[in-house]
Structures are given as C-alpha cells and as structure tokens.
C-alpha cells in the first residue's frame, strides 16, 4: 500500500519561506516521477513541481520558477519542497504525489497559509 505524507506546512508572511516535505511508503520510488500539487480554495488542483527518479529533470509551473526548488532523497524515500519569496498568492493546500502501476497516489495535503 503506497503511502505519501507531507509535513510542514504553516503560516507565513509575505517575502517568507517554508520547507515541504513528502515521505513515502509502501514501495520503491526511484524510478518513478514525483511531484508537488496544490489547490487553492475555489479552483482546481495544480502542478507546482516534478522531479524525475534520479533526481536530475524538474519541472515547475511558471508562477514558482525561481522561487521553489523540488529534490529528492531516494535512499530516504522523500521528497521536498523549498519555497522561498512566498506570495499570498501562493496560499493553497500542497499535496505530494507519485504516478505508479499507473494509479496517481495523493498524500492528505498540507496547507500553507501566506498573510499579507
């Protein structure tokens, strides 16, 4: 049973900086793409951040280049999120993710909280 489950999450200003991170279970990762959603109340669930197995491709929406830095540690089976220059807009519920067996796995979500 593939678990994901994030951690550190929290209120922060604007301009401030938080560190997600996700930690699997239930399987071996390192071959597989994983990444970073979040969904803002009232809108739909988006792509924030992939990284792929070994590490070395990322991806990031347009609105965190720059700002966020995804890696991972396959020997720890987790994967972070740096997040620095937080906006209000960046305000959402993150979720950690992992496509395998071709079933997308979803952690509980986080919720960052940034105050303007």
């Known amino acids: 049973q593939v678990q994901l489950v994030e951690s550190g999450g929290g209120l922060v200003q604007t301009g401030g900086s938080l560190r997600l991170s996700c930690a699997a279970s239930g399987s071996t990762f390192r071959l597989n793409t994983m990444g970073w959603y979040r969904q803002a109340p009232g809108k739909e669930r988006e792509l924030v951040a992939t990284i792929s197995g070994g590490g070395t491709s990322t991806n990031y929406a347009d609105s965190v280049k720059g700002r966020f830095t995804i890696s991972r540690d396959n020997a720890r089976n987790t994967i972070d999120l740096q997040m620095n220059s937080l906006k209000p807009e960046d305000t959402a519920v993150y979720y950690c993710?992992?496509?395998?067996?071709?079933?997308?796995?979803w952690g509980q979500g986080t919720q960052v909280t940034v105050s303007s």
């Open positions: 993710n992992v496509r395998k067996w071709n079933v997308d796995f």
